[in-house]
């Protein structure tokens, strides 16, 4: 669903990249507080973990988004990311993550245009990441307190992500849009196809959601204070068990296999798996080709880039080319993603040092 440079006018694409710059700048001070709340004890173990988690997250919603997936004749689909972001990191984070993977594909690989950035950034990261955390929040209040209701609740989130994000779409177009197409034709036609689209996105981040509770479920933000309280049965009746007061080795909370397991499958979705995905255009650009959208597409500022199109230039064999372009694409993400939030990590603890250091009743 990455817009292309020339969809939306100039006017409607700044306002939307005011929109993205105002909705990144309060991500960064809510990721703040997500970060810090996952390095407290019990939720998922040191500050220094944090980071690198948030920065897999990014690096896998990039990943997956390699593997179109077709769903209607000539169409496909792929991830967006917002949900499944926004349950395992929180939204703020979630933001940041998809935001980063969107900004990376822009620059480095000429998927979705540069000055469209504010459109993606605002249809892909925002969109999805507000609707679908809300959904989600409501949906697990009312279900039973279980990690089989997250997962559940990951998938309806997920699902309605995805054409809520197609209908703001449409709704920019119909205030910017640079061709004179029937606006009803083209929301029915968004909605339609990204319901199916959506469908695969709740699959993808219902499996994944359901996968990381089963081994670490104190890693998925969704997933904090819904845990069962441990059961003994005394005397044929089932009781709680006595909290224990004794802290969980470090080790034990350790996420590094996880995360090296989320970044071995990450780099295997991208570098050798997508190789096998749709070749078929996805949502948008059927949409845009069928009711004239793309009339008026921009060709992409760096469309000469060494990764242009998710290929290494001069490299002839496709399959090595794909594979070696998803691989960077993982390394660089993984890399950009887990600096943006030591950055934001760090940021949180000096303010706290410095609110700590600072005397009482003065301000700063």
């Known amino acids: 669903m990455h817009a292309p440079d020339g969809f939306i006018d100039v006017p409607v694409s700044a306002a939307a990249g005011v929109l993205a710059a105002g909705a990144i700048a309060v991500s960064l001070r809510g990721a703040r507080r997500e970060l810090d709340d996952t390095a407290r004890p019990g939720a998922g173990g040191g500050a220094e973990r944090t980071a690198p988690l948030a920065g897999l997250v990014a690096a896998f919603i990039f990943a997956v988004q390699m593997l179109n997936f077709p769903v209607a004749a000539g169409t496909s689909g792929h991830l967006l990311g917002g949900a499944l972001a926004a349950i395992l990191v929180g939204p703020y984070t979630g933001v940041l993550c998809v935001s980063v993977v969107l900004l990376l594909q822009s620059v480095l690989f000429a998927d979705g245009g540069l000055t469209a950035l504010g459109v993606n950034i605002t249809t892909m990261a925002i969109t999805t990441t507000v609707v679908a955390y809300a959904l989600f929040r409501g949906l697990v209040k009312v279900l039973p307190r279980s990690r089989r209701s997250v997962t559940a609740a990951s998938f309806v989130a997920a699902l309605v992500s995805v054409p809520a994000s197609a209908v703001v779409f449409t709704l920019l177009y119909a205030v910017g849009g640079t061709t004179d197409v029937s606006i009803g034709k083209v929301a029915g036609a968004m909605v339609g196809v990204h319901v199916l689209i959506g469908l695969g996105e709740a699959a993808i981040t219902a499996l994944t959601v359901g996968a990381v509770i089963a081994v670490r479920p104190d890693l998925v933000h969704g997933a904090r204070g819904l845990g069962q309280k441990l059961k003994l049965r005394v005397n044929g009746e089932l009781v709680d068990a006595p909290e224990t007061a004794e802290p969980v080795p470090a080790a034990a909370r350790s996420p590094r296999k996880v995360w090296i397991a989320g970044l071995v499958t990450s780099l295997l979705l991208a570098g050798f798996v997508s190789f096998y995905a749709s070749a078929n255009p996805d949502g ?67 303010d706290e040092r410095a609110e700590d250091t600072t005397p009482a009743g003065t301000s700063v």
Request: aromatic content about 4%; overall charge negative.
């Open 284 to 350: 948008l650009e059927k949409v845009a080709a069928d009711h004239g959208i793309d009339r008026q597409a921009e060709e992409h500022a760096v469309a000469d880039s060494p990764l242009a199109d998710y290929g290494v230039k001069d490299v002839d064999d496709a399959r090595l080319s794909g594979g070696l372009a998803g691989v960077i694409g993982v390394g660089v993400t993984v890399v950009a993603g887990t600096g943006v939030f030591w950055a934001v990590r760090r940021r949180r603890a000096a």
